[in-house]
């Protein structure tokens, strides 16, 4: 199984020594979203950027893992709400690097499904121990729940 997308960043006018930051990436499924750096490294605060791509991708999975594990079980979850975050600074090779990411999710159940604090730690650890993106991953990643 493989996946594609198509980053595609053109020349545009900027200040004097510089350059525009600003691209589109086209995803396999045909969806273009645009894209820039960080407001903090001279990019559109109104796009995308990779730090913030890379969180999305690591909520994304985790939720997406979880929501398999509870429906394997037969708890139904109504929503499914992650305020995640990242955190930017030196990894041990003293290079610039997402240091921590920190998951935060709400999870609400169907109405009438009881599920104990224990079940639900359970399945997070389950649900991190089984996501692609947090197994590709060499960072510190916590589930806040």
């Known amino acids: 199984m493989g996946f594609n997308l ?10 004097e020594g510089e350059f525009c930051r600003d691209h589109s990436i086209t995803f396999g499924s045909g969806q273009t979203i645009h894209a820039s750096s960080a407001p903090e490294y001279k990019g559109n605060e109104h796009f995308v950027n990779p730090e913030e791509s890379l969180l999305a991708a690591l909520s994304s999975c985790h939720m997406l893992t979880f929501l398999a594990i509870a429906h394997l079980k037969r708890l139904p979850v109504a929503s499914y709400v992650d305020e995640a975050s990242a955190e930017l600074g030196k990894n041990e090779a003293g290079k610039l690097a997402i240091t921590k990411m920190i998951l935060n999710p709400k999870i609400v159940f169907a109405d009438g499904v009881e599920v104990t604090q224990e079940t639900l730690e359970k399945i997070h650890e389950k649900a991190h121990a089984n996501c692609f993106i947090a197994n590709t991953l060499a960072t510190d990643i916590q589930i806040k729940f």
């Open 6 to 15: 198509t980053v595609n960043w053109q020349t545009s006018p900027a200040e």
